[in-house]
């Protein structure tokens, strides 16, 4: 029996995640989860997986719960401490970190510090602090797996490799919903066009990262902390079918690839049961039905945030906060109405070229960074 705990189970990754439990006749078994606001979800997904902890992100919402939630004794926490509290679970085999944004780090963290299994899906913690979560890896003897489909790739075409056998790995990237379309005609796109991804369905959040590209650059610094790579060994190439999700050359020239159906079921199941595999969730790949897998350039013109991300993956510490940072103000200003989808990237570059390198030796230099990003960023939209 694996048990496991979801930091995030209202959300796509969390969703996900609980139906490859349903699925796994018995051989999972959920302890904990933590929703943010969505009570009427955590209320079914309660009722349906019967955990031992849940936690909320505000006071009242867990009160409320609490009181609805009567007919066994479960414990009902709430706030960063309460979803740490579920990270660091003594039952738990398995934690999965898939809360949105750098709201993720502390309880990534927690989970990390514990020494139990993380499927990391909150690829924002890799993100700000890679080196420090590898430390606290190192000391606690935890495992991360990580969940994310190109990364996941990438350790399933690395699991019998040597390191030092690595020239280069290449994250594919679908272009999102406007890969096709001119440069020009990007400027006023509304939410809910780009919204509209073309392969995969995921949180809003990471939806409009896939339309900029920038969930790409993030993936690259990911992919540094996770797989130990240099900024020269890491590209992007462009696949509108998402059916290759990475490929690994290896110094002899041999390249492998990891593909799949674009399903985030098939990476979560197996950062869950690995070193074993379950059994399919879905039907096998076709590749005589797909036919065409065709990958592309980057066009740095169009997406101009893959420069930027690529500045923040070489020079890394601050930098790489602020470029997160700016980016999730920018990206809830858009949200919000505040500011137009292609001023996204102009934002996110004036914040980073501005920024000036700090080292990053605890998660306190790291909000600190934050807050002065989050406070700079809002200024500056502000002020167009
Ligand atoms: N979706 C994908 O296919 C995919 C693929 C690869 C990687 N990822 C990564 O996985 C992570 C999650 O993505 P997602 O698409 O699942 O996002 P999502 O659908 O927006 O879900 C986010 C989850 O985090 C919770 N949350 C947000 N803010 C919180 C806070 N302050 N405190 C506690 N909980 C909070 C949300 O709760 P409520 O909804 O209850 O408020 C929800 O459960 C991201 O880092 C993303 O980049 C996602």
Known sequence: MIRISILGSTG???RSTLEVVSRSEGKMEVVGLSAGRNIKLLTQQVEEFRPKVVSLEREEDAQEFKQSFQMYSLEVRYGQEGVQEVA???????VISAITGINGLRSTMAAVQSGKRVALANKESMVVAGPLILEAARKSGAQIIPVDSEHSGVFQCLARESQNHVKKVILTASGGPFFRLPTEEMGNKT??????HPRWKMGMKVTIDSATLMNKGLELIEARWLFGLEPEQLDILIHPQSIVHSLVEMKDGSVLAQLSQTDMKIPIQYALTFPERGEALLPSLDLSQVKTLEFYEVDAMKFPLVKVARMALKEGESVSVALNTADEVAVRAFIEGRLRFMDIPEVVTEIVEGHQVRKMESLEDI????RE?????RNLIEQR
């Open 12 to 14: 796509s990754i969390g």
């Open 88 to 94: 660091r679970l003594e039952e738990n085999d398995i």
């Open 191 to 196: 939410l809910e066009e780009v919204l509209n």
């Open 367 to 370: 909000f600190e960074v934050d």
């Open 373 to 377: 990003t989050r406070s700079k960023t």
